[in-house]
């Protein structure tokens, strides 16, 4: 149990938190033949463009209603009728997500009412699927524009229905993911024979491979026609607490039931997942899981050693931070400092003393005295100065390579991420010296002098 | 107030473009009007961070919500040789309640806070949208700041709506005029004191240039803005002459200080071997005629013959490798002649350069420099950029890291000759990294392998049963 402090400052000091709108951008660049799009002003949009291209090394579709000084003050409804005219005539997608940003919730612009007038004069782009999700910056953080993207997505294009589809599996899942764990869950729903729809699937856009020909709009993703029939699914698995909302809007709309699992890094989570896959497909554990959890095992013995005791500062979104502070706690470190972007109601639940909704001031002022840091790239310079190791995890991480392909779900990705942690502890081993079992103070110096 | 700013920096009489314009198109400005769906690029924020967030030893504090700071900090290239505060992201990141009660006294507090914990020379407040929006006075808050803290803190009112990064660029050279420049005096003065306006340091390009000044003499009293100290930057309306770098992005800084404290300046570049010795040129010409000993011209000239011989000779080893390539230039205004001299000076064919930024007169000097039949691009969309790359027309791609995935993902060599790049290509030195860096991307042996199908795909794939 942890006390949930709010950092007090007037100042934040090296952001950890990154804005909503961008959440939702790139909840929307996993859907296929989508054109995200931030309603503000276009440097809201290219900053959360450089920032994907760092991370992913890849082109980032992401438009904006350019927002000039006249529509900033009287309303930037036609723009985005415009920029949708527009979208449509040079990149045509399917899809078009939109996030509105601080700059237009300031003046309130009531996106919703439009589009719908919109979509009434214009018949002819019947065809092309809208989605809106208010994003303010100057409220909430990254995952949870990513959250509410997700539910709009499934309040938006999934279609009521009563039927299911033996075998049929939706997968919600979280801003956390990484490409690989999702090509990972892929692969794991696939070994029981069912046949999952993964929502939003940034796997098949942002997995950084060579398309053969050039396309404007995201190269790959969740089909706007899976999206649709995600309702005739037997269950819905939802990832991270922040999918708790989409689940709950898809049980409302087609009734069948979600199970929410907080996190896929550990031995039990996953125990738990392959379980549930089993007795949804009737099939026994494959004998490659059956393996793989016994490799886990091994590790685990293997390396505990090293983390038991340890003392570790992270700074990460919510459901990372949870994932990585239990998984942690379980291999007998300590979690000694937690700071993270947003509220959750798994904060007060961590396994440490203390969560501060914070910045990396705030992570380096109470990191001193640990073994090892974790959190994105920016904490390279916090990293630093304090000399202690550091582990990138999260978004952006934009001074290594392949960001998108580590792995840390499933009994894999859990042994993987062991040993990456583990030789980081490891190398950092303090050695003894002379002067490391020093008596008590005083003692200690008289000794000296006798001997001078 | 900002209008009048805005309409101001839009009727530069130092800027060629805005020279050539009737009086009508002269008041709306050289923003284009942006197209809803159809628009990239950075906003006048933006551009006003990159101008002056090379300056190391000032916090620089962004009033606004969480999206302008936390998306966009450390994310430029531009180095320091002392302190590394301005590498530090700092903001109020303002809340709902900000918005509806305004956010002045939480941006008092924050420059509190920073004064408080780092104590640094200055600090400098950006403004954004929202508070803009909102009515937040942040130069009324920075001027009870200053008061109340005793120490110089700057508005930068450049919001994102107003328009685009260049114009963030000048709006930044305002705010350094209204309320830094000339507001110190240094210790001492020498003839050889210059500025230099409009040079980031990027990747420390700065430093490949700053060992010939020293070399001669001419001392960099202070550097507008790459690796700039805050009290140089207030004391340098004391220099004798000025080079303006990169374009037309300062060009009111150069302009104005010259009407100001009389102080001439030149255009110059420091990319390519003969703009780089043009430019020492200019630099010692200006200073002798400010009362420098005129020998300096002379030790200037013996300097350039050195450095030239060396660059050349180290070139050399390139020019067979490199002779009849073809190159694609993707850049903006000053950078597309300069960098195309450089190219053809070692051999290279630059088969298309854009010059969407460019004036008139940088077309001009484009067409002197390639040809009357040159292929200029005024505004190539990423589909063709591509076409033209996959049909092989290029063998390889010079342009900023918007494009970059365009040329690698049509497996064509690429390099990154924007503000984000990592290598450092400016004077002698930069031109050599330069050329290296591209025989180094033409030869990497991964093209060979990458352009060849997978062997399933082809009728010789080889019969391993057989």
């Known amino acids: ?48 463009l450089v920032l994907f291209v760092r991370h992913f090394r890849e082109t980032i ?68 699927a809208v989605v809106y999700v208010s994003t303010p910056d100057f409220k909430d953080a990254f995952q949870d524009g990513w959250s509410k993207a997700v539910r709009n997505m499934v309040d938006t294009l999934v279609e009521p229905t009563a039927a299911r589809v033996a075998g049929q599996v939706n997968f919600l899942l979280g801003s956390h993911l990484t490409v690989a764990d999702i090509e990972e869950l892929r692969e794991m729903a696939a070994a029981f024979g069912l046949h999952g729809t993964f929502l939003p699937d940034i796997s098949g856009s942002l997995d950084g491979h060579i398309p053969d020909d050039f396309s404007p709009n995201t190269l790959g993703g969740t089909g706007l026609d899976e999206i649709r029939a995600m309702g005739e699914a037997e269950l819905t698995i939802a990832i991270g607490e922040q999918m708790r909302p989409a689940a709950e809007a898809l049980a409302r709309k087609s009734g069948q039931p979600y199970i929410l699992l907080e996190r896929l890094t550990g031995l039990e989570p996953n125990d738990q997942l392959l379980d549930c896959l089993a007795q949804l497909s009737g099939t026994p554990v494959p004998e490659k899981y059956r393996r793989q959890r016994s490799q886990l095992m091994d590790a685990m013995l293997d390396g505990h050693f090293y983390f038991g005791g340890k003392r570790i500062a992270i700074g990460a979104e919510p459901d990372l931070l949870w994932t990585l502070a239990t998984w942690l706690t379980e291999m007998g470190a300590v979690v000694a400092t937690a700071i993270t972007t947003t509220q959750s109601p798994l904060l007060e639940h961590m396994a440490c003393q203390e969560v501060v909704i914070g910045d990396l001031e705030d992570l380096e002022a109470r990191a001193a005295d640990c073994d090892l840091l974790i959190t994105h790239s920016h904490g390279r310079q916090a990293a630093e100065r304090l000399g202690i190791p550091f582990l990138r995890m999260g978004l952006p991480i934009f001074d290594r390579l392949g960001a998108a392909h580590r ?37 200690h110096a008289r000794s000296q002098i006798a001997v001078g | 107030m900002l209008q009048n700013k805005i309409q101001e920096v839009f009727n530069e009489p130092g800027c060629a473009k805005n020279q050539t314009k009737s009086d ?22 933006d551009g006003a961070k990159i101008a002056l967030q090379p300056i190391t030893d000032v916090a620089h504090l962004v009033h606004g919500p969480i999206a302008c700071e936390g998306n966009s900090w450390d994310n430029r290239g531009s180095k320091s040789s002392g302190s590394r505060l301005y590498r530090t992201g700092f903001t109020t990141d303002i809340n709902e309640l900000d918005v509806v009660y305004g956010g002045e006294k939480h941006l008092f507090r924050s420059i509190k806070e920073i004064i408080d914990k780092y104590d640094p020379p200055a600090v400098f407040v950006y403004q954004t949208c929202v508070p803009a929006m909102i009515g937040d006075d942040i130069e009324a808050v920075c001027k009870a700041a200053s008061a109340k803290f005793a120490k110089p803190v700057i508005p930068i009112n450049a919001p994102g709506f107003v328009g685009a990064k260049n114009l963030g660029n000048k709006l930044a050279g305002e705010a350094l005029l209204d309320y830094v420049i000339g507001t110190e005096e240094p210790e001492s003065t020498t003839p050889y004191d210059i500025n230099i306006i409009g040079e980031y340091n990027l990747s420390g390009e700065l430093w490949q240039v700053k060992p010939l000044l020293d070399h001669l003499g001419i001392r960099i009293l202070a550097c507008i803005s790459g690796d700039a100290k805050y009290h140089e930057i207030a004391q340098s309306h004391r220099a004798r002459a000025a080079m303006m770098v990169c374009s037309k992005a300062m060009i009111n800084i150069a302009r104005k200080m010259e009407e100001r404290y009389q102080i001439p300046f030149f255009e110059g570049s420091f990319y390519g071997i003969s703009d780089t010795s043009e430019s020492l040129r200019a630099i010692s010409r200006l200073l002798v005629e400010r009362g420098a000993p005129a020998q300096l011209r002379e030790r200037t000239e013996a300097l350039i013959q050195r450095e030239e011989a ?43 350069t854009s010059v969407k930024k460019s004036t008139a007169e940088d077309k001009e000097r484009i067409k002197e420099i390639m040809g009357e039949d040159a292929h200029m691009i005024d505004d190539m969309t990423p589909r063709e950029m591509y076409k033209m790359l996959s049909e092989a027309q290029a063998d390889i791609m010079l342009s900023g890291g918007r494009s970059q995935f365009v040329a690698l993902k049509a497996k064509v060599p690429w390099l990154d000759i924007n503000q984000e790049r990592h290598h450092a290509y400016a004077g002698y030195e930069g031109m050599v990294d330069l050329v290296r860096e591209i025989d180094k991307a033409l030869y990497n042996p991964i093209w060979s392998q990458l352009r060849k199908a997978a062997p399933w795909d082809t009728r010789e794939a080889a019969q391993w049963l057989s």
């Open chain 1, 407 to 443: 792995l840390t779900v499933g009994y894999r990705g859990t042994r993987d991420l062991l040993f990456e942690v583990g030789n980081l502890l490891m190398a950092n081993a303090h050695e003894h010296h002379p002067e490391s079992w020093p008596l008590p103070g005083g003692d």
């Open chain 2, 310 to 352: 060396r660059a050349w000779e180290r070139l050399a080893a390139y020019k067979p490798r490199l002779r009849g390539k073809r190159v694609l230039l993707i850049t903006g205004g000053v950078k597309s002649w300069s960098v195309v001299a450089a190219l053809q000076e070692v051999g290279l064919e630059v088969v298309g």
């Open chain 1, 1 to 48: 149990m942890a006390i949930v402090t709010v950092s007090h400052k007037a100042c934040t000091v090296n952001p950890l938190k990154m804005s909503q709108p961008i959440g939702g951008a790139l909840a929307f660049l996993g859907l296929a033949q989508c054109m995200p799009m931030l309603h503000g002003s276009q440097g809201c949009t290219a900053f959360g």
């Open chain 1, 61 to 128: 579709p992401l438009q904006t209603t350019a927002m000039n000084e006249v529509a900033t003050v009287l309303g930037g409804l036609d723009n985005i009728g415009n920029a949708i005219l527009n979208i449509q005539k040079r990149a045509n997608p399917r899809i078009i997500g939109i996030c509105s940003t601080g700059v237009t919730e300031t003046k309130g612009d009531d996106v919703d009412g439009y589009l719908k007038t919109f979509q009434a004069a214009h018949p002819e782009l019947g065809d092309l």
């Open chain 2, 24 to 45: 009508k198109d002269r008041k709306k400005g050289c923003t284009k009007q942006l197209q809803p769906g159809a628009a990239a690029g950075g906003c006048a924020f």
